[in-house]
């Protein structure tokens, strides 16, 4: 089985997740940057996070056998401290790198103006690097949120099939559908979805345009909720090109427009040796 | 492996080889018109999509070329490198000693040798740090390539600059005891390196045996 986690925030885990992670199928991932749980108050803090998703992230990741990919944007929640603003005007010399295979997260926090500013502002330059969004719904006041999402979407220019909606659930997946978007879900252990409720979302709406990701961070969350949910489609009547087409070939399918996915990666042959992650001696 | 532009003209087609001749135009360009290194010069920007329009196997020497096409100056290796992914960051390692530069980007080579990154590293102990770095920097440059198991093949002049090197002697035996004893194994090539800082051996006389 090949996984593709389609939104995980490696920096915030450990060699030994990648490890399970490679053990369950995962083969590929995109790192989305995002807020880091401690709020930056410079854009030089950034840069250095951004250097991160593009220079010691991907290394690590590919001693474990997976293909890292990143998106970079200024994120919602910290769009709202004017000092982090200027992070905008730096955004276009990181969306020309390799590795980058979409603008995000974008979107909404508090839905506040400073949000709808970075908002549009990053959905534009999305459409100028010819790059996909990767855009986070809000946690409060979903729904009405979603809405105000698809509206800026809408206005933005950027085409649909170029935007992904992400940490949708029931509430949201059908107008997110019907807008012409990409769907994500993020499974978790408490909050936002699980494996069963996804497994009813599948039923009722299908498996096109769909994407089912981790979201696992610095909070509590689980690197291997993709692999759960594989294994419980399959319990429950999917068949395994159900589960590739989920869990791989949809998130292929939606960061591929960048043009700039890289996924034969070598497998990991000195993995005890040839690992500086290992420290050495230091 | 860099190769050359005659290489990869043999090896790039179609649209690949137009846009690297689009590219080494607008390097040369930039080298004709010095003092316009102000800002990012569209050059750059070619810099940092090379991989994808000549093939990510090609992109360390189209990068190369480029920074030697445009004669960069270290303001421009500078800021690539700072600015840069981690395969950016290579390619100015690997191009450094082809640039007029003298030792002034040894900062850059440094900076590599900080990070835990073996294709930093590796290329960070090319021939430009071999030709500058001091003889402390090197010496641990040689155990962060031990260390971080960077095949001691990629210290460019290791012979050289290895050959009686009663210090740097001392600290590979010192390393070898301390994995020694600590059940750990010693790397392949610390007795490579440790056989290399011998002593020249004495002129012998062909003349008369």
Redesign the interface.
Same mark, same amino acid.
Do not use: I, K, M, Y
């Given at each position: 089985m090949r996984i593709f986690d389609p939104h995980i925030h490696m920096s915030s885990r450990t060699t030994d997740d990648y490890q399970a992670m490679y053990d369950a199928g995962v083969r590929a991932l995109v790192e989305p940057s995002f807020w880091l749980g401690q709020p930056r108050t410079s854009p030089a803090s950034f840069f250095d996070y951004f250097d991160a998703l593009l220079g010691w992230e991907p290394f690590r990741a590919s001693q474990y056998g997976i293909a890292h990919h990143c998106t970079i944007a200024l994120n919602p929640k910290e769009a709202n401290d004017p000092r982090c603003a200027p992070v905008l005007d730096a955004l276009p010399r990181y969306l020309v790198k390799d590795s980058v295979v979409a603008v995000g997260e974008i979107g909404y926090d508090s839905m506040t103006p400073a949000e709808d500013t970075a908002f549009a502002t990053q959905l534009q330059l999305a459409a100028a690097h010819g790059l996909p969004a990767l855009v986070h719904t809000p946690h409060r006041d979903k729904l009405a949120g979603l809405h105000r999402t698809i509206d800026v979407v809408r206005e933005s220019g950027l085409a649909p099939e170029l935007v992904l909606l992400d940490h949708l659930n029931e509430t949201t997946v059908k107008d997110a559908l019907d807008s012409g978007c990409w769907a994500g879900f993020s499974i978790y252990p408490d909050t936002k979805m699980d494996e069963v409720r996804m497994i009813t979302v599948l039923r009722g709406y299908g498996t096109d345009r769909i994407l089912v990701n981790s979201a696992a961070d610095w909070g509590k969350s689980d690197p291997l909720k993709t692999r759960k949910v594989a294994d419980t489609m399959l319990k429950a009547g999917f068949d395994e090109d159900d589960v590739d087409k989920v869990l791989w070939r949809n998130p292929v399918a939606f960061y591929g427009q960048s043009g700039r996915l890289q996924l034969d990666i070598a497998a990991p042959g000195t993995l005890h040796e040839g690992n500086s992650i290992l420290r050495g001696g230091e | 492996m860099l190769i050359s532009r005659e290489e990869l003209d043999d090896r790039l087609r179609g649209a690949a080889r137009a846009w690297l001749d689009e590219a080494l135009a607008e390097a040369a360009h930039a080298a004709a018109h010095p003092g316009a290194d102000s800002g990012?010069p569209p050059w750059e920007?070619r810099f940092?999509?090379a991989? &994808?329009h000549c093939g990510?196997e090609n /992109?360390d020497s189209v990068r190369a070329l480029l920074l030697v096409e445009a004669r960069a100056g270290l303001p421009a290796v500078t800021r690539l490198y700072e600015?840069g992914? /981690? /395969?950016e960051?290579r390619a100015v390692l690997l191009t450094l000693h082809r640039l007029d530069l003298g030792a002034t980007a040894l900062p850059l080579v440094e900076d590599a040798l900080r990070?835990?990154?073996? &294709?930093l590293?590796a290329a960070a102990v090319g021939p430009y740090g071999a030709a500058h770095l001091d003889a402390h920097g090197w010496r641990h440059a040689v155990l962060k390539c031990?260390?971080?198991?960077v095949p001691v093949e990629a210290l460019d002049r290791l012979g050289e600059r290895a050959r009686d090197d009663a210090e740097l002697a001392r600290m590979l035996s010192d390393?070898a005891a301390? &994995?020694t004893a600590a059940g750990r194994a010693v790397p392949a090539g610390l007795r490579t390196v440790l056989d290399l800082t011998a002593p020249a051996p004495a002129p012998t006389s062909t003349e008369e045996s």
């Open positions: - | 990012n920007l940092a999509s991989g &994808r990510l /992109a600015q992914t /981690a /395969a960051r990070t835990n990154d073996t &294709r590293v031990l260390f971080t198991e390393f301390e &994995r």
